[in-house]
């Protein structure tokens, strides 16, 4: 019997009865064998861990009903191939980063992070209460996928540099490791920018291959050891301030569930989020105090560099959409909340990291 067939059969029998999402589980007689694939190693702190925690976390929800095999990336399929994967039906769910597929979906990007965009905490807001759900959902449809927010590294790192940056002279002829649309605005600003995959980042560095490398943040950049060669450590990334996870499901598979399966997706979803938002916070404010004991040297981008690439960021981010419907569509509701968010952030959080600063250093 095909999948669909075993689906349709599955949720029709459990039917009977009229069983709310609270109720017992509908598939009564059936255990679903469903293929997670996640697009980084497994073990792989945070991004990789989370995409394990999450497939038992269905099946704990599910009481069993549904048993999920977990793929690492690239066990079944390339690293960024999980979206594939799951649009085609080769894996069931997948955990990713949105903007993995930015070839095929240009939109989501605005799922993941943009430039000076959402922090963690302001991009679930805008998905759960600003109308952002509905347009991933909107945008993914096309492609056969569902998807559900899955957490946040939180703000990530501006990166590593052999020399400190003192002024916007210091990025003219910078070599970068620097992945997305912030290549795209250093290199507005005179820098030269590469990608390299993590394992080679390292290396890339101590060869001279390039002057200064980002990766993700103080948790995941201490295990690459970046300190050891470049020790000027810039804070905050200003490219991706709060990057978003994601969980995917085959749309198939998904609307042949039962309600009450449907709600454990959503729940598993939204209960990794607040995990693997929380692991990240608290990690990454550990290993950044190891970084400082190990000899990383802590600095913020200075003002005049700020304002160069914040000039080159909005020529980048206003241009992003264009010729692309869905980006142009969603373009007006992200952008006006991050400009909300400006007013809150700087009036609230932002003042009240610096008032708890004064009073703790002293």
């Known amino acids: ?12 029998t459990g039917a009977t009865g009229g069983a709310s999402v609270l109720a017992a589980p509908a598939l009564a007689n059936a255990t679903l064998n469903l293929k997670l694939v996640g697009s980084f190693p497994k073990g792989f702190p945070g991004v990789g861990t989370s995409a394990e925690q999450l497939g038992r976390r269905i099946e704990a929800l599910s009481d069993g009903k549904i048993s999920i095999k977990y793929y690492g990336g690239g066990e079944l399929v390339p690293p960024f191939e999980t979206f594939s994967a799951v649009s085609s039906g080769t894996a069931d769910i997948g955990h990713n980063a949105p903007y993995y597929q930015v070839g095929k979906v240009r939109s989501t990007m605005y799922f993941t992070s943009l430039p000076f965009g959402l922090d963690a905490t302001e991009l679930s807001g805008w998905l759960r209460h600003g109308g952002g759900q509905q347009l991933w959902d909107e945008a993914y449809a096309p492609h056969n996928v569902k998807p559900f927010y899955a957490g946040s590294s939180g703000a990530q790192a501006g990166g590593w540099f052999k020399k400190p940056i003192q002024s916007l002279d210091d990025l003219v002829g910078l070599k970068m490791r620097i992945a997305g649309l912030g290549g795209d605005i250093l290199r507005k600003v005179g820098a030269t920018t590469v990608v390299t995959p993590p394992p ?42 709060g990057p978003g996870l994601e969980m995917i499901v085959n749309q198939n598979i998904y609307e042949n569930l039962s309600p009450w399966l449907k709600e454990v997706l959503a729940q598993a979803a939204t209960a990794q989020s607040e995990e693997t938002t929380a692991e990240f916070r608290y990690n990454n404010t550990v290993a950044l105090s190891t970084l400082v004991e190990r000899g990383a040297i802590l600095s913020s981008f200075p003002p005049d560099v700020i304002e160069a690439i914040g000039a080159a960021a909005r020529e980048v981010v206003a241009a992003y959409p264009s010729g692309d419907a869905m980006s142009e569509k969603i373009h007006g509701s992200y952008m006006a909340y991050v400009k909300a968010c400006s ?10 990291y ?6 703790w250093s002293t």
């Open 200 to 241: 080679e980042i390292y290396p890339a560095l101590q060869s001279g291959v390039v002057d200064a490398a980002e990766f993700v943040g103080p948790w995941n950049d201490l295990a690459l050891g970046l300190y050891k060669i470049a020790p000027y450590y810039h804070l905050p990334a200003f490219h991706e301030p």
């Open 354 to 359: 610096q008032d708890r600063a004064q009073v």
């Open 343 to 352: 007013l809150y952030g700087a009036r609230m959080e932002g003042q009240l």
């Open 1 to 12: 019997m095909k999948r669909r067939d075993f689906l349709k059969t599955a949720v029709a």
